[in-house]
Each structure stands twice: as C-alpha cells, then as structure tokens.
C-alpha cells in the first residue's frame, strides 16, 4: 500500500484547503482511512476516520464542524476539506490506513504542510 498526499500549502486564518491522498495497493475489502496530524513539539493527532465500505465517518473535537473527511472509492482517494482554520491547525497532515479495521495504521503518507 502506498500513500500520497498533496494539497497543502499555506492559508489565513478563516480560509479552507483541501488535502487529497491517492492510495494504491488498497484491497478491495473492507479498510479504515484516517487523516493524522502533527505539530511542532506536541504529538501526532488523529483528525478523522472513514470506513471504505460505509462511508461511517468520525472527527476529533479540535475539528469537528469544520473539516469533512470524504472518499472516493473509485479513484481510491481519500480528502480532508477543512474550512475555518485557525492558526492551531498548522501542523503536517498524514493520511493513513488501517487494513483490519482495528485502529492499527499499519501504512502512511510522507506528510504534506498545512500553515494557518
């Protein structure tokens, strides 16, 4: 499996981005995408998580409202639109999977940069 991000860059505070991660080497049964971030001096933290066959999606409370964890399963890619950012939001976005649906991101991107 393999994981690429793009879409990051540098915003002001209110405006939104949209990251993508285009996915390959995913099985075509059920899987668990999720996008990680990680700032400077603090520890990674789990943004959001979608379920591949039922779309079930979940947030961390820093972002619920204003991000919107989506996929598209055709294209094998994974989005994360964040709308209102706020300066606490820089930090580096992975995208991850977790091929047993336990919570175990067994596979990573390299990271793109998200600075508000």
């Known amino acids: 499996v393999q994981l690429v991000e793009s879409g990051g860059g540098s915003v002001q505070a209110g405006g939104a981005l949209r990251l993508s991660c285009v996915a390959s080497?995913?099985?075509?049964?059920?899987?668990?995408m999720a996008w990680f971030r990680q700032a400077p001096g603090k520890e990674r933290e789990w943004v959001a998580s979608?379920?591949?066959?039922?779309?079930?999606?979940k947030y961390g409370d820093s972002v619920k409202g204003r991000f919107t964890i989506s996929q598209d399963n055709v294209k094998k890619t994974l989005y994360l639109q964040m709308n209102s950012l706020k300066t606490e939001d820089t930090a580096v976005y992975y995208c991850a999977a977790d091929l047993t649906c336990v919570g175990k991101f067994g596979y990573w991107g390299q990271g793109t940069q998200v600075t508000v």
């Open positions: 979608i379920i591949s066959s039922t779309g079930t999606r």
């Open positions: 080497g995913l099985p075509d049964s059920n899987y668990l």
